[in-house]
């Protein structure tokens, strides 16, 4: 794992694009198109900023894969993944993506699963972009996180401390209107990318990250997993670090 300190958020966002950026054009210059993994929450505002305004990307050939979304959350609503993606990313290109394969919310998530699951089987996925939860999840694999399951997507329960993170973010008026379900990519789907792009800014994953980039491989602490992975870039912020020995 290959770890960046920086100042502030910006910069640190700004660094991982970058980063990503790059490697998503050697893809293209390889081969002549890419598949890549964008994630969203508040940890991505400035990755996805500077990345949607790195120049010389092709964005007509490369395919994206969503993350993960809530269980039965509307598009309409702010909180809503696919709402976020748009907002944040898609609509900011400069050129029509290649596919964007979106999580429905509003459909059997089962029956999402697999129809997403099926699409990106058929990838070799390049970069994926994600981030650490302060309860030190990737996706919305919680802990203890499965990282066995084969299945490129599964339907999981959030537990209180990721809940609690999404309300504090300021996605929901309440705990209670946090959905307690989400559609999450596996830890074995997001370790089979080639590279990844982890973004955890803010002193509230400082002992997330600590645990993540430090502490021994655990499904208590899924973001663990991503110290075994070949070719992963781990950006922070000075707060977030702020309890790394």
Not at 74 to 96: C, D, G, M, N
């Amino acid at each position: 794992m290959e770890i960046t300190i920086s100042e502030n958020k910006i910069k640190s966002g700004k660094r991982a694009a970058r980063r990503g950026a790059e490697l998503i054009r050697a893809a293209i210059a390889a081969r002549g198109d890419a598949t890549i993994i964008v994630a969203t929450g508040a940890s991505q505002f400035e990755i996805l900023e500077a990345l949607v305004a790195e120049p010389d990307i092709d964005w007509s050939v490369v395919t994206c894969f969503h993350l993960d979304e809530y269980v039965s959350i509307p598009i309409t609503h702010r909180a809503s993944f696919r709402r976020y993606l748009w907002e944040r990313f898609v609509s900011k290109l400069p050129l029509p993506l290649k596919a964007f394969h979106y999580l429905d919310a509003e459909v059997d998530p089962e029956l999402e699963c697999a129809r997403v699951g099926e699409l990106i089987a058929q990838e070799s996925v390049d970069v994926a972009f994600i981030g650490i939860g302060e309860n030190g999840h990737v996706a919305f694999n919680d802990p203890p996180a499965d990282f066995e399951i084969k299945k490129p997507y599964i339907v999981v329960d959030l537990d209180e401390a990721c809940r609690q993170q999404q309300l504090g973010e300021g996605w929901f008026p309440s705990f209670e209107a946090v959905p307690t379900q989400a559609v999450s990519m596996t830890v074995q789907q997001i370790m089979k990318t080639a590279s990844i792009i982890c973004t955890a800014p803010d002193e509230r994953k400082a002992e997330a990250v600590a645990n993540a980039s430090q502490g021994p491989v655990t499904a208590d602490v899924p973001a663990s997993i991503l110290q075994t992975h070949g070719d992963c870039h781990l950006y922070l912020d000075e707060p977030a670090a702020s309890k790394r020995s």
